[in-house]
């Protein structure tokens, strides 16, 4: 029986590295029902077994664990010493240097070990696709096997490779974009679409699902859940900071921009992302290691104006409300939109 199966609500907490992702949230998810995710990214091994061991004595329900793939590695390092020459002056002026942009791979192959030898119910995957060693060796522990895609091509690569369900990320979501190459523009529901026309796994929605009549709509246009993300940063269990947690709570634009961190990411946008956009080069995890010093004394001085935000277009429909509650709001909005529907459609003919 597939975890997907078992939830009392096709609800998904999107793992959100950073910080907003803690095992309080997780727990909180699936205790309510729905399926908790901790966001290995940006973390060392033992945070990660900490974490993990913590969701466990919150919760018997099941949860999973989302990874961070490698990137190709070759990026174009001229732009990225330009990039930093452009930033100087603004970490002068927090009496901060800039950090080195190197590269990494996130200990990808230690955390993917240490999910092999105490496997947890789902692993799912980020910046690409797994390779089919890694899938096969997590589904013989039991563990399922999550791809994310931003493209309906990458979704019968993903299917080809084994995994047990695609995470299908629109551009209306918050954070980074899950796919690799990371220039894609798909909406949503499109991207449902097509992916749902051309593979027959369980499909989990991402992008701007907020409330209940979203969750409708892309439980209608085939997915089998939703993956929420904001709609949890403003909940106490959350590690939102105040400064995000209020970005979130305003009325503020997002855009797509790769000037905090090298790689395509949605956040409310400030001055910072208007300044720098257009001259910031691809280049993750260079360009997140280089701005890494400035965002975080832009954090401590409380400057929305330069610390990034990450949030999906509707951000501004995000409640500060207990994880739980959010789940159980969010499910009974779209079973009332669908009976609306249903009782609507009955007059079509």
């Given at each position: 029986?597939?975890?997907?199966?078992?939830?009392?609500?096709?609800?998904?907490?999107?793992?959100m590295?950073?910080?907003?992702?803690?095992?309080?949230?997780?727990?909180?998810?699936?205790?309510?029902?729905?399926?908790g995710?901790?966001?290995?990214?940006?973390?060392?091994?033992?945070?990660?077994?900490?974490?993990?061991?913590?969701?466990?004595?919150?919760?018997?329900?099941?949860?999973?664990?989302n990874?961070?793939?490698?990137?190709?590695?070759?990026?174009?390092?001229?732009?990225?010493?330009?990039?930093?020459?452009?930033?100087?002056?603004?970490?002068?002026?927090?009496?901060?240097?800039?950090?080195e942009?190197?590269?990494?791979?996130?200990?990808?192959?230690?955390?993917?070990?240490?999910?092999?030898?105490?496997?947890?119910?789902?692993?799912?995957?980020?910046?690409?696709?797994?390779?089919?060693?890694?899938?096969?060796?997590?589904?013989?522990?039991?563990?399922?096997?999550?791809?994310?895609?931003?493209?309906?091509?990458?979704?019968?690569?993903?299917?080809?490779?084994?995994?047990?369900?695609?995470?299908?990320?629109?551009?209306?979501a918050?954070?980074?974009?899950?796919?690799?190459?990371?220039?894609?523009?798909?909406?949503?529901?499109?991207?449902?679409?097509?992916?749902?026309?051309?593979?027959?796994?369980?499909?989990?929605?991402?992008?701007?699902?907020?409330?209940?009549?979203?969750?409708?709509?892309?439980?209608?246009?085939?997915?089998?859940?939703a993956?929420?993300?904001?709609?949890?940063?403003?909940?106490?269990?959350?590690?939102?900071?105040?400064?995000?947690?209020?970005?979130?709570?305003?009325?503020?634009?997002?855009?797509?921009?790769?000037?905090?961190?090298?790689?395509?990411?949605?956040?409310?946008?400030?001055?910072?992302?208007?300044?720098?956009?257009?001259?910031?080069?691809?280049?993750?995890?260079?360009v997140?290691?280089?701005?890494?010093?400035?965002?975080?004394?832009?954090?401590?001085?409380?400057?929305a104006?330069?610390?990034?935000?990450?949030?999906?277009?509707?951000?501004?429909?995000?409640?500060?409300?207990?994880?739980?509650?959010?789940?159980?709001?969010?499910?009974?909005?779209a079973?009332?939109?669908?009976?609306?529907?249903?009782?609507?459609?009955?007059?079509?003919?």
């Open positions: 029986m597939s975890t997907l199966s078992t939830l009392r609500h096709p609800i998904i907490a999107a793992p590295a950073g910080g907003p992702s803690t095992p309080a949230l997780a727990a909180a998810v699936s205790a309510a029902g729905g399926l995710f901790l966001a290995a990214g940006m973390i060392d091994i033992d945070r990660l077994a900490a974490d993990v061991a913590e969701v466990r004595a919150r919760t018997d329900r099941p949860f999973g664990v990874l961070f793939l490698p990137g190709p590695g070759d990026v174009d390092e001229a732009a990225i010493r330009a990039y930093a020459e452009r930033l100087t002056p603004q970490a002068a002026q927090r009496g901060v240097s800039l950090g942009p190197v590269g990494g791979d996130d200990a990808y192959p230690d955390k993917l070990a240490a999910l092999l030898a105490d496997p947890v119910p789902v692993v799912s995957f980020v910046f690409g696709l797994p390779d089919r060693a890694a899938v096969a060796a997590l589904r013989e522990r039991g563990t399922e096997v999550w791809a994310t895609v931003t493209r309906p091509e990458a979704a019968t690569a993903a299917a080809d490779l084994g995994v047990d369900a695609v995470v299908v990320q629109g551009t209306e918050g954070g980074h974009r899950g796919g690799l190459p990371d220039d894609d523009d798909y909406a949503l529901l499109p991207l449902l679409r097509l992916t749902a026309a051309r593979c027959d796994l369980p499909l989990v929605a991402a992008g701007g699902i907020v409330d209940g009549p979203a969750l409708a709509a892309v439980l209608a246009a085939g997915a089998t859940a993956q929420l993300g904001t709609a949890f940063l403003r909940c106490p269990e959350a590690g939102s900071s105040p400064m995000h947690r209020e970005a979130v709570a305003s009325t503020a634009p997002t855009a797509l921009t790769r000037s905090f961190t090298g790689k395509r990411a949605r956040g409310v946008t400030n001055d910072f992302l208007r300044q720098h956009d257009a001259a910031a080069p691809a280049g993750y995890p260079q997140l290691h280089l701005t890494r010093p400035l965002l975080a004394a832009a954090r401590r001085d409380g400057d104006s330069v610390a990034n935000a990450w949030a999906g277009q509707a951000h501004t429909l995000a409640r500060d409300l207990p994880a739980a509650e959010v789940v159980a709001d969010v499910s009974a909005g079973r009332a939109a669908l009976a609306a529907l249903t009782e609507r459609s009955t007059r079509w003919g």
